[in-house]
């Protein structure tokens, strides 16, 4: 179904799966900023509407497809897809390898089954009020590739690890 393309979500989330609170992330980690940037740079990057609102602008170096039906404006250089099957269909007319998920919660559900690697910064807390959230997936589905713990510091109010997975059934991608 991927046809090619490898599909890789990226999500920043909390013990409790959270990602989310009034439109927000709840945390500012430079460290995941940065990692969050050389893993997308020059890929095309799907993200749902309320995350391309709170993201405001189109991300450079990135094409910008933002899954939705609404016809609210989006930030320049933002473009519309109404379906995943859309996004990877665009991705694949741009010869991309690669279509990023960035988020949110509706839209990593929608592409949690068809997606073949997840780079997952476990932030070490649980927000109060969030409101938005990871999906809840099968471990046994994904096998741990790579992982960095980062302590909590002066910049970084949490500690953190940057966990890599793939999916453990590769062959069967996009089944």
């Not at 899954?67 to 007319?93: H, Q, W, Y």
């Not at 302590?151 to 970084?156: F, I, L, N, T, V």
Request: charge should be neutral; hydrophobic fraction near 45%; charged fraction near 25%.
């Amino acid at each position: 179904m991927n046809e090619g393309i490898a599909i890789s979500v990226i999500a920043a989330l909390d013990r409790a799966h959270a990602i989310g609170r009034g439109g927000e992330m709840p945390w500012h980690l430079p460290k995941d900023l940065k990692r969050f940037k050389a893993l997308t740079f020059g890929h095309p990057v799907v993200m749902g509407r309320k995350t391309a609102q709170a993201i405001g602008r189109a991300l450079p170096g990135r094409t910008n497809l933002v899954i939705s039906r609404s016809k609210v404006p989006l930030p320049v250089g933002m473009l519309r897809v109404t379906s995943l099957d859309e996004a990877v269909d665009t991705a694949r007319k741009l010869h991309a390898l690669e279509l990023c998920v960035i988020g949110g919660g509706e839209i990593y559900a929608l592409a949690l089954h068809r997606a073949n690697r997840m780079h997952l910064t476990w932030v070490d807390t649980e927000i109060e009020g969030a409101d938005a959230f990871f999906p809840a997936f099968d471990r046994s589905e994904w096998r741990e590739a790579a992982r960095v713990h980062v302590a909590a510091d002066a910049r970084h109010a949490q500690a953190f690890d940057f966990v890599d997975y793939v999916r453990s059934d590769a062959g069967e991608q996009g089944s």
